[in-house]
């Protein structure tokens, strides 16, 4: 995000996390329209903006249809002229968004994304869907194997057996860089660390021992 500041122009990268319950969203979602909003969250170099985000139910179009919003609110107690990069990455289904926009941002100003249904978000068969420039850059052993001319290579997939979901969750969220280093358990910690042993993660490998 940039924005001007008096005479000047700042770039501030902001970054913010937000963890909701299934079971909670599973109970708002029995409501026509809900809204759940994270804390106001403040940047250091702008002492008169803040921002916060939210995942909201509204029914937004002519067909009178429910929509699934993903809500990034900035909120300047000033006029600041702002070009912003705005970025979502959902793992729960594998969703990644980007938006930009240049704006005269005068009062609390709200960047929807449109999701899908509440039931998609929580996928049942337990499928990770990575980017291919990801998975091949994190492990060379994955590059292989879509490399390779075999079936992962056709289909694009690569089928894991031989560790539990979770596990392989931690480490794909990883190479997103998303981590949950403080959520795992001893026997968890020491399944991570096997995995990324056999499919050479070696930024996780290290990643463990800090």
Not at 31 to 36: L, M
Not at 122 to 127: E, G, L, Q, S
Not at 175 to 181: A, P
């Given at each position: 995000?940039?924005?001007?500041?008096?005479?000047?122009?700042?770039?501030i990268?902001?970054s913010?996390r937000?963890?909701?319950?299934k079971?909670k969203?599973l109970?708002?979602?029995q409501?026509?329209?809900?809204?759940?909003y994270?804390?106001d969250?403040y940047?250091?170099?702008?002492p008169?903006?803040?921002y916060?985000?939210g995942i909201?139910?509204?029914?937004?179009n002519a067909?009178?249809?429910?929509?699934l919003?993903?809500?990034?609110?900035?909120?300047?107690?000033r006029?600041?002229?702002m070009t912003?990069?705005?970025k979502?990455i959902?793992p729960?289904?594998n969703f990644v968004?980007?938006?930009k926009?240049?704006?005269?941002?005068i009062?609390e100003?709200?960047v929807?994304?449109?999701l899908?249904k509440?039931?998609?978000l929580?996928?049942?068969?337990?499928?990770w869907f990575?980017h291919r420039?990801v998975?091949e850059?994190?492990?060379?052993?994955w590059?292989?194997m879509?490399?390779?001319?075999?079936?992962e290579?056709?289909?694009?997939?690569?089928?894991?057996?031989?560790?539990?979901?979770k596990?392989?969750e931690?480490?794909?969220?990883f190479?997103?860089?998303?981590?949950?280093?403080h959520?795992?358990?001893?026997?968890s910690?020491?399944?991570?660390?096997?995995?990324?042993d056999?499919?050479d993660?070696?930024?996780?490998?290290?990643r463990?021992?800090?």
């Open positions: 995000m940039s924005c001007s500041k008096l005479s000047t122009t700042e770039k990268p902001i913010v937000m963890k909701t319950p079971e969203l109970i708002e979602n409501k026509d329209e809900w809204q759940i994270s804390e969250f940047v250091k170099e702008l008169d903006f803040s916060c985000v909201s139910s509204q029914f937004v067909e009178n249809q429910r929509s919003l993903i809500t990034l609110v900035l909120k300047p107690k006029e600041l002229n912003y990069i705005y979502i959902l729960s289904f968004s980007e938006h926009g240049s704006k005269l941002v009062s100003h709200y929807h994304t449109r899908r509440m039931d998609e929580f996928d049942p068969t337990k499928k990575a420039v998975v850059s994190k492990s060379p052993e590059k292989e879509i490399q390779s001319g075999l079936k290579s056709e289909d694009g997939k690569i089928a894991i057996d031989d560790f539990d979901f596990i392989v931690i480490a794909l969220k190479c997103y860089g998303i981590e949950e280093k959520l795992w358990s001893i026997d910690a020491i399944e991570v660390l096997e995995f990324a056999k499919y993660l070696n930024d996780l490998k290290v463990f021992f800090y």
